[in-house]
């Protein structure tokens, strides 16, 4: 928990002299990877971040939208990868509490929660099991006493996470424009923080997160209360109702350190404050541990004196502490006390700006012949086969997740999780679509081509909804980014989501880095996120109950990209391939093509063709409405390949669309005017899906017994 | 006509509660912080779900000893409609003014859910307006939902007619699968499902029309034309 010795120099340099004990605790909270960003910010500037919709505001934590009629939305996405692999249950918990500040942070109202969760694999690593089960059970604690539904998000198993746990978690908020907290501040304000009190948990936190993880730091890991922070959020929207609040933080990584040295750096003031004055929960702490701890549920507050009392009332109403830690000066500099003695003086720029790196990149050896296939083993019987894909931790339903959260709470999901994306309705009668996508397979495959393909998968979901792009969230998560190889697939990956926001300009509202994800085993695959949130003017799909007789329709090319695929991972046990590449002006007809359909009114049900390809794809629509299915693999459009191919090929800008038969005539001929890629596949009826070439069934599943495993499977495999 | 909404500390469906009452139903509906007192004019109160006091000690147990309490006792005693959903629900029976007790569901999870109730009793100021048998798709969002009376008890609910719902399949291991139940007077109900979140058509997949029954029910009681 200390500065590099370049930086102790620099920062001696910097102020003329040699630092304080709190000084030195301030800035190696401030200055670590995970506050500081040293390594990315220099890169993730290309990204592109304007458009006709953001409204940015200094100081904001998270992204704002403006979704018309004088209301916002607020989004933001965060990690707990460090602290949930030590301790799931907290760790989760705690990491679903600091995205929801952030959105609380900017005056609106948190109303809806999406995780991403990843662990090794659970069908043999009991560790991965316990992880899992835990960190689902902490989040669902956390966000159900809130009354945020969960209505979203992903789990994924792989190897390359055992020991270890990737916990991302990304939150919306809604309100009205005119309440949007503007941050501002002036000589005088009253400094005062507001929430639980400062204890020894979470001591040192953001450096503990920007190393790799070798040691199990328990004191390192927060401790969640969502009791405490419910009351946060009713007491903060109240004072917000009221006009009490000037500025406001939320206190994340480095605790105090961080939440004065950014808001005194944001609004070019400065904060002089006394740790005496924060209220502890034990009686004997000493300044370096008050300024870095990273107990949760605080709020920074900047209001003043005339203010102070209304404030006073709202928090005593909830019984929440709130004590006036310090005030504005107009110094620029952070001065904290305890008492009259002085423990720390520094300039707010220097704190709270690190000097940033440019890291060397590489490309990395293993992916010099990643995309040369092996020779597979044939496969026998791709109905026994399908039997074992279906009942696959990555493939199974993950209703035993999303039923353990509350996901009506709040009373706006109208499209429910479990489907490609959820729907949330808003005030001023439009709908809010939002889905989170990552794919580390494809992404370690091609680091480059897997991200653009999370993106198109992520839009192609909210599109399925008939939401049109607005905003996109990226949440980069990697290895040790002094490691060349690993900042090299870092910065792929970035180009990758700038190439595709630029096209379809979708700016980015927010995001998050996540470095140092390794254990002694080794660095995770390149796991970048990509939330996106659509907005419907009207009407959402609402899936239509699929009868016997109605048509099943294919959009975009099936392809020879196997790399990273479900079906070459977990049937043949192969890593390597070719990665499936978007094509943008493609992928832009299609989009554009469903989105009019949809408009149109045209379809029963859409759905999206990814993880597991064409065979998972149209059996989750068969199993979800309880239909048989007979599908011809031969028109299937896309080049001629070998049946295992098509059927489990995951290549991108692919839908499903369901529709009566009456309809057809109407979608064929919009399809051709579009010039898309198009065919009917299926039929349909009956108790069975099957696959079908040349008049034989290549798969015969019972839709009930497929259901039943797709069901049950991934709560079998958790209770035993 | 007035109905009251009372919140708590943790209280997190009183936002969805009082919008249903009023945008939905056209009710005039007032929120009542746990501290303050009940005016005499109420004409009926409604105890919100979420998770008063963050469930500790056991949920519902702290908020039945908050000093609103003693005002719902008085009501339920004088013949006023009262309705307690989900944590509302097991405040009621923590402060002793329903039967039963509401344990961990069998599964030890959380369990969001979209179940189906049956209509036991349709002569409470609740399900006046539903048929009886009628069967309600609704939700249910809990950990400790799972009702629990000694067979003593039960017969004597069967009885005095005080079993409002029962579920139509078993969802959590409820004696006697209900999900619902009242006082002998009839006039205090308590709930597990959420009818708030099923009595408009926009967020209720399956039908709004038996859940918008209950409010429909209510109305009809304190005397307001829909």
């Given amino acids: 928990m200390s500065l590099e010795p370049q930086e102790l120099d620099e920062l001696t340099s910097k102020i003329g002299r040699k630092p304080t004990s709190t000084e030195l605790q301030i800035v190696a909270a401030e200055w670590s990877e995970h506050c500081s960003y040293k390594s990315s910010k220099k890169h993730l500037k290309m990204l592109p971040m304007k458009g006709p919709l953001v409204i940015s505001e200094k100081g904001y934590d998270s992204g704002v939208l403006d979704v018309g009629d004088g209301y916002v939305i607020t989004a933001h996405i965060e990690s707990h990868n460090h602290p949930s692999a030590v301790e799931p249950y907290g760790g989760a918990a705690t990491g679903v509490g600091g995205v929801i500040r952030d959105i609380l942070s900017t005056g609106t109202r948190p109303i809806a929660l999406f995780d991403g969760l990843r662990f090794g694999d659970i069908e043999k690593d009991l560790q991965a099991r316990w992880l899992f089960k835990n960190a689902v059970t902490g989040i669902a604690d956390y966000g159900n006493c809130l009354g945020i539904p969960t209505i979203g998000g992903e789990v994924e198993f792989d190897e390359c996470y055992s020991n270890y746990a990737?916990?991302?978690?990304?939150?919306?908020?809604?309100?009205?424009?005119?309440?949007?907290?503007?941050?501002?501040?002036?000589?005088?304000?009253?400094?005062?923080?507001?929430?639980?009190?400062?204890?020894?948990?979470?001591?040192?936190?953001?450096?503990?997160?920007?190393?790799?993880?070798?040691?199990?730091?328990?004191?390192?890991?927060?401790?969640?209360?969502?009791?405490?922070?419910?009351?946060?959020?009713?007491?903060?929207?109240?004072?917000?109702?009221?006009?009490?609040?000037?500025?406001?933080?939320?206190?994340?990584?480095?605790?105090?350190?961080?939440?004065?040295?950014?808001?005194?750096?944001?609004?070019s003031i400065g904060i002089e404050m006394d740790v005496n004055k924060v209220h502890t929960r034990e009686s004997d702490m000493n300044p370096d541990e008050i300024m870095v701890s990273e107990s949760q549920e605080r709020m920074l507050i900047v209001t003043n004196n005339e203010k102070l009392k209304k404030l006073q009332e709202i928090c005593k109403k909830f019984r929440i502490a709130c004590s006036v830690i310090g005030h504005v000066t107009s110094d620029n500099m952070m001065h904290v006390k305890k008492g009259k003695k002085t423990c720390a003086n520094l300039p707010t720029d220097v704190v709270a700006n690190a000097t940033l790196l440019d890291r060397?990149?590489?490309?990395?050896?293993?992916?010099?012949?990643?995309?040369?296939?092996?020779?597979?083993?044939?496969?026998?019987?791709?109905?026994?086969?399908?039997?074992?894909?279906?009942?696959?931790?990555?493939?199974?339903?993950?209703?035993?997740?999303?039923?353990?959260?509350d996901h009506e709470v709040g009373i706006r999901t109208t499209v429910k999780p479990g489907k490609d994306a959820s729907v949330l309705r808003l005030d001023n009668g439009k709908f809010l679509a939002a889905k989170i996508d990552g794919n580390p397979k494809h992404c370690y495959v091609n680091p480059r081509e897997g991200v653009i393909g999370c993106f198109e998968e992520a839009c192609r979901n909210v599109v399925c909804t008939g939401a049109k792009p607005i905003g996109m969230l990226d949440h980069l998560q990697f290895g040790n980014p002094e490691n060349p190889e690993i900042f090299w697939t870092f910065l792929e990956s970035l180009k990758g989501i700038t190439d595709f926001a630029k096209y379809f300009e979708i700016p980015c509202v927010g995001g998050k880095v996540s470095l140092y994800n390794e254990t002694p085993s080794g660095p995770i695959k390149p796991t970048p996120i990509i939330g996106i949130l659509g907005l419907i003017d009207k009407n959402p799909l609402y899936s239509k109950k699929i009868i016997a007789g109605d048509c099943l329709i294919i959009i975009g090319d099936t392809k020879n990209e196997m790399g990273g695929s479900e079906y070459f991972e977990y049937i043949h046990k192969f890593i390597g391939g070719k990665c499936p590449i978007v094509n943008f002006q493609e992928s832009k007809t299609n989009m554009n093509l469903v989105l009019d359909v949809i408009g149109k009114d045209l379809l029963k049900t859409a759905h999206d063709c990814s993880k597991g390809g064409l065979a998972v794809a149209v059996s989750e629509l068969c199993m979800t409405h309880e239909i048989g299915c007979n599908v011809s693999l031969e028109k299937v459009p896309g080049p001629k390949l070998d049946v295992d191919r098509v059927l489990f090929s995951e290549s991108h800008s692919r839908y499903l669309l369901v529709l009566e038969k009456k309809n057809l005539k109407k979608l064929e001929e919009l399809s051709k005017k579009s010039k898309v890629s198009y065919k009917m596949i299926g039929v349909f009826g009956g108790e069975n899906i099957r696959f079908n070439k040349e008049n034989k069934h290549v798969i015969d599943l019972r839709v009930d017994k497929a259901q039943k495993t797709w069901f049950n499977s991934l709560r079998e495999l958790v209770h035993g | 006509m007035k109905v009251g909404v009372i919140v708590f500390p943790g209280s997190n469906c009183d936002r969805d509660m009082y919008h249903v009452l009023t945008d939905v139903f056209k009710l005039n509906a007032e929120y009542f912080w746990h501290e303050k007192g009940l005016p005499k004019n109420i004409d009926a109160v409604i105890l919100p779900g979420g998770f008063s006091y963050g469930d500790r000690l056991r949920s519902g147990a702290i908020a039945a000893h908050s000093p609103i309490i003693k005002d719902v006792r008085k009501m339920a005693e004088k013949g006023i409609p009262i309705l307690g959903v989900c944590n509302g629900f097991q405040i009621l029976v923590e402060a002793g003014l329903l039967p039963g007790a509401l344990l961990k569901n069998t599964s030890l999870n959380f369990m969001c859910k979209w179940t189906n109730l049956i209509v036991e009793n349709n002569t409470t100021p609740f399900t006046n307006k539903l048929k009886l048998h009628q069967k309600i798709p609704i939700p249910i969002a809990n950990g400790e939902g799972r009702y629990y009376v000694d067979d003593e008890t039960l017969k004597k609910l069967k009885k005095k007619n005080q079993i409002v719902f029962r579920y139509s399949e078993v969802v959590n291991g409820s004696s006697d699968k209900i999900?619902?139940?009242?006082?002998?007077?009839?006039?205090?109900?308590?709930?597990?499902?959420?009818?708030?979140?099923?009595?408009?058509?926009?967020?209720?997949?399956?039908?709004?029309?038996?859940?918008?029954?209950?409010?429909?029910?209510?109305?009809?009681?304190?005397?307001?034309k829909n």
């Fill in chain 1, 166 to 267: 990737l916990v991302d978690v990304a939150a919306i908020g809604f309100g009205k424009k005119k309440n949007l907290i503007k941050n501002h501040a002036k000589k005088g304000d009253l400094v005062v923080l507001l929430g639980g009190s400062t204890g020894r948990d979470g001591i040192g936190g953001s450096q503990f997160a920007s190393d790799s993880l070798e040691s199990e730091n328990r004191s390192a890991v927060q401790i969640p209360d969502p009791f405490i922070e419910k009351l946060i959020i009713e007491a903060i929207l109240e004072a917000r109702n009221q006009n009490l609040i000037h500025a406001m933080k939320d206190l994340g990584g480095g605790g105090l350190s961080c939440a004065v040295s950014e808001t005194a750096d944001a609004l």
């Fill in chain 1, 360 to 405: 060397p990149s590489k490309k990395p050896a293993y992916l010099e012949n990643i995309e040369k296939e092996k020779k597979l083993k044939p496969i026998l019987d791709y109905t026994k086969m399908m039997m074992k894909f279906i009942a696959s931790p990555n493939i199974a339903s993950k209703i035993w997740v999303y039923g353990q959260y």
């Fill in chain 2, 179 to 224: 999900a619902g139940v009242c006082n002998e007077d009839g006039n205090v109900v308590g709930m597990m499902p959420h009818p708030e979140r099923a009595a408009e058509s926009e967020i209720n997949p399956i039908d709004n029309k038996p859940s918008s029954l209950i409010f429909e029910s209510l109305l009809n009681t304190i005397g307001v």
